[in-house]
Structure formats: structure tokens, C-alpha cells
């Protein structure tokens, strides 16, 4: 096989690599019942996909789902401390798919290998944070006339292109991913709450139970983070900006605090609000001695890290795998994950495999419909018809079986004159 463009750290992992993936399909069935009608229908037939994931194993599945389906695809990394250096070789080496991603590339390697992936010259994308997008529309406005479409993965990334749209600057039709009810339920809440609080365990073998957690941001990542860390035994306090989260947040039974009176409060702090400067140095030098400051939000500027560096009189690096401990000016240490960066991914292993099985579910039938689709740019609805048959397709793997509804109910509840 005559590989494709790639840039990838070994592909001496391959052999290891394909081994995780084929370990996590195996609890992704919807996925794989995808593969199946893919490859008989080729529903992608000739279109060539861009896409930029966390470079997972679960992220393996889909592309080999569409690449099933017909699609030539090329990938990139959304987040280089996401990357699995062995996933990204077996993509190349076993399945032809043009990977361009190192684990712990710099800014210039990230944005090098966005621009690798999208002079694949796309007919559609795949985005996680909205970056390619954004190169799109910026320095390689030169490719945008042959993109038809894309999907979105992420809060953060639809909150941006919602912006975009709303200034007119948007040129292309994207459809909403991460808005589907499947994926807010099943992945923000479910697998973003138990991801996280796996990863700060893993990194600082913390005992959750009898901490104080602070979680900045009650929404649909919050409040799944909330729950499993009251699940593990912790008090858990909330800090919000909207008021009928915080109400939410509080009829749930936490404790809804500002954070500069949770700042000294917290043992644990986790940031998911996709906003920026959550903890900032008036916090810092309030915190209790060893707290752990960790973020779940898009984006690495949910915990001011620069202004960490500046409070502190030395930073010891690496105390543990992904663990950063900055020493304040009176000797205590804050412990930083992941320099900030999303830390179920950068100090975990992400959603469960099950999890994933939903969204790429989701992710590659809005492909399949957007191959087909002929939108005008904007931000698109995925339509509800996916997700039942994504949530339809889980539970009957699940072994789950729905009542249904009589002639007479079915008439009921759709007639006003009932
Ligand atoms: N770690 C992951 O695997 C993962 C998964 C999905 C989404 N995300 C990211 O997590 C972030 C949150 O996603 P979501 O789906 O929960 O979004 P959401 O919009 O449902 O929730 C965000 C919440 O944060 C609140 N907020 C905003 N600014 C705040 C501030 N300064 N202080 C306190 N609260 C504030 C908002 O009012 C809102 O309730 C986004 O950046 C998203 O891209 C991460």
C-alpha cells in the first residue's frame, strides 16, 4: 500500500496501536453497525473528508467508519497532548488515512498540521474547537470555495461559530454536532464527568472522598462532574454566572458559591465553562496548600496559568506525569494539571469508549447527511432523525427494550381535540 502525506511520530507503533483500537471497538457496537451499512451503501463515495479529533482510539473507529463508507480522509489533532502517537501510526500504516499529528507538538507543528490535513483540499470537515475552521477562513481562504459542509464536536467550537455567523463571517454550512440531545447528555455530562474527575485521580492520586470540589460552571459538563465527585464523597461547590444554572446547581444540592469565597474553600478545582480566566491570581493566593487546579473547558485559558507563574517564586515541573507544582512566595504549592489543558484528555484517556460510540454514531450519519445535504452557511440542527436512530441503536445493543405507543395514545398525544 503506498501511504499517504502523514506526519506521525513512529509508525514502528503501528502493531500496538492497531491492538487499542480494536480493544475500544469492541464497545463501540453502533459504530460498528455503521461500518457495516457503509461499507454496502459507500455513502461516501468519492468525498474527501478533513478532519480535527482528539486523536484517540475511539477517533480511530470513526475515521475507519468512514473510510468503510468511501470517504478519503485526512486528519488532524485537536489537541496535541491528546494525541496517541500509536493510534495516529496505525491510521497511516493499516488503514491509508492521511494522519498529521505528534503527541506534544508545538503551536507552529499544530497549525503545520492543520494546513496538512486541509491540503487535502476537503469537500467536507470534521471539527473539535472550531481551528479548522478558523484557517479556513483566514490564511487558506483559498480552499473554502470547494468545502460544502462540516460538523462541529464541541461547546466551545458552536459557540464560535454561532459568533461567526452572527457577524456575517461565517461561509459555509456547519452543522451543530455537539448540540444533539445524544451528545450533550452522553458525552458532556456522562463522559466529561467521569473522564475528569478519572484523570485527577490518576494524576494525583487524590482521595476524593471528604474534599471539598469546586467546580466552576454548572453546565452540561459541570453538572456531570458535580455528580460523580458527590458520588465519590465530596462536598461539592458550584460557582456560576447564569442564574437558572446556579439555581439548577442548588435544587441539585450544592453548595453555589462566588469563587473568590471558593477559592479557599476548594481542595479540588475543575473549570469547564468555555470561558477564560476562571482562576486567576486574586484566587491563587487564597488556596489551601497542595489544591489541585485542573480544566475540563475547551481551551487552556480557563485557569490563568500565566498569572500562576507570575504569584509563584519557582515552579517544580513534573512532580508527577501531568502534574505541575507551583510554589507560592509562603511556600505552598498549587498543582496545576496538564498545564491547563483539557485534562481528561491531556491526563486521561478521555470519554469511555461507549461514550464515544455515540457521538462518532452521530458524527458519521450527520457526514453521511451532509454528503448528501445542500445547505446554505449558517449553523445547522443535526436532524433529530439521527439521534433516535444513534439512541434507538445503543439501547437495542444494550439489550433495552421501549414501550411503544398504542394507535389511540399515538392520536392523543398528537391531536388537540383529544
Ligand atoms: N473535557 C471534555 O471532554 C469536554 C467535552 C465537552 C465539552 N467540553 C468543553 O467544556 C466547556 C463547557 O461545555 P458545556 O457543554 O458544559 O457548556 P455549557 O454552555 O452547557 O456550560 C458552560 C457553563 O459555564 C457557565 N459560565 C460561563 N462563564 C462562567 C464563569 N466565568 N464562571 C462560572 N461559570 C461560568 C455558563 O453560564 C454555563 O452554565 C466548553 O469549553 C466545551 O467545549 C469539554
Redesign the pocket.
Known sequence: MTLPPHDVADLGLAEQGRRRVEFAERSMPVLGLLRERFATDCPLSGVRVAACLHLTPETAALARTLVAGGAQLHLAASNPLSTQDDVAATLVADDGIGVHARHGVDRTGYAAHLTGALDSRPHLLLDDGCDLVNVLHTTRTDLLAGVRAGGEQ???GVLRLRQMAADGALRLPMAAVNDTPMQ?LV??RH??GQ??LDAVMRATGVLVAGTTVVV???????SGIASRARGLGASVVV????PS?ALEAVLDGHRVLP?AEAAPLGDVFLT????RD?LTAEHFVVMKDGAVLAN???FDVEVDVVGLERASVEVHRRVRPHVDAYELPDGRRLLLLAEGR?A??AAGE??PASVMDISFAVQALTVEWLAGASLVPGVHEVPAAIDDEVARTKLAALGVRLDRLSPTQARYLSSWQA
Open positions: 464541541t461547546s466551545t450533550l458525552a458532556n463522559g466529561t473522564s475528569t466552576a460552571g454548572y453546565g452540561w459538563c459541570g460557582t456560576e454566572v447564569e444554572r469563587m469547564t465553562t468555555g470561558n476562571v475540563a473547558g475547551h483539557l481528561n484528555l478521555g470519554h
